[in-house]
């Protein structure tokens, strides 16, 4: 008797077929599997799907022989390809790849080259096409641009800035008062109320569709007075000169964006004197991703209009 403890060879196992007697599972796949794959992209699976589907059909075709050996007895080969093709799970894999972005399908439909703006890790709105974090950055730069240009219009006044430190945070009024070295009484209504003006005015250039207040002093040396609310808002000259017949700027905008279906669509809402909600569900779009091409393109308007 043999000291090592050597167990027989065990062959592999035989299935039986209908259409070419027995055969080793390898050779069932090698068999169907070209087979199977020209009957899955008829039924529309996607080549990225379709290694995943061919896997998890042939592994549900190989459970069930180890159950029932004799199971292809009876299956032509046409019926043991369509026996793969139902169990492939092609519905289940759409659904959980539906859960997240895909990068390479983002990159292939996109052309605009903001593949990466609309990849999402937040939980945003799923009507607006960009990403959740996108719209965030955007909110935070324009918030830091507005800033920056207020701080650099006063810098050289400490007690401007002082109202626009005030304004931002939650310093109170004596206290901001106390640092710019002022009464607070006189130096609430001789700066920090000005500075307010400022703030609604650029907020409102970058925040809203349409400008509801009057236009700051292009430069501040002395302190300012309450500007009157009377004067007609910069940005309505454009709408101006287009009503009286000068189009020619308005259609060679429209002209360059005929490819960006958004931009174009926010163009015409503002030529039509729609605002932002109207033309949302006048061209079915997300009312807050529309909103900020809805500002966009007053910009893009105001710049082809030059006072």
């Known amino acids: 008797m043999s ?3 050597i167990r027989p060879y065990v062959p592999a196992a035989v299935y039986p077929t209908a259409w070419a007697g027995e055969l080793t599972y390898p050779q069932i796949y090698d068999d169907l599997a070209h087979y199977a794959s020209n009957v899955m992209k008829n039924f529309s699976i996607t080549p990225d799907e379709l290694p995943d589907c061919l896997q998890v059909g042939f592994i549900a075709l190989l459970e069930t022989l180890a159950q029932q050996p004799d199971f292809l007895a009876a299956k032509s080969r046409k019926q043991t390809v369509f026996f793969i093709l139902a169990r492939c799970k092609v519905s289940s894999m759409r659904y959980q790849a539906n859960q997240y972005d895909s990068l390479d399908a983002l990159v292939s439909s996109d052309w605009h080259n903001t593949a ?7 939980q945003h709105e799923r009507g607006e096409r960009w990403a959740g974090w996108a719209s965030q950055v955007d909110l935070v730069v324009d918030i830091e641009r507005i800033m920056g240009k207020l701080a650099a219009k006063y810098e050289h006044s400490l ?3 002082v109202a626009l430190y005030h304004l931002t945070t939650q310093v109170s009024r004596v206290d901001a008062a106390r640092i710019a070295g002022a009464d607070p009484s006189r130096w609430y209504h001789n700066y920090a109320l ?3 003006d400022d703030l609604r005015y650029e907020f409102a ?3 809203l569709d349409s400008q509801p207040y009057a236009a700051p002093a292009s430069v501040v040396d002395q302190p300012s007075r309450r500007r009157s609310a009377h004067h007609a808002p910069p940005c309505h000259a454009w709408r101006k000169a287009y009503r009286q017949g000068n189009t020619i700027p308005a259609d060679a905008l429209l002209q360059e964006y005929v490819h960006m279906p958004c931009m174009f669509q926010a163009l015409q809402a503002h030529l039509d004197g729609q605002t932002a909600q109207q033309a949302a569900e006048h ?3 997300s009312f807050h991703s529309f909103k900020r091409r809805m500002t966009q393109a007053g910009k893009l308007l105001k710049a082809a209009y030059p006072a």
């Open 205 to 207: 250039q970058v925040f």
């Open 3 to 5: 000291t090592f403890n």
């Open 194 to 196: 000005p500075m307010l």
């Open 116 to 122: 990466d703006e609309q990849i999402d890790g937040m």
């Open 159 to 161: 007690k401007h800035l």
């Open 283 to 285: 061209y079915g779009q």
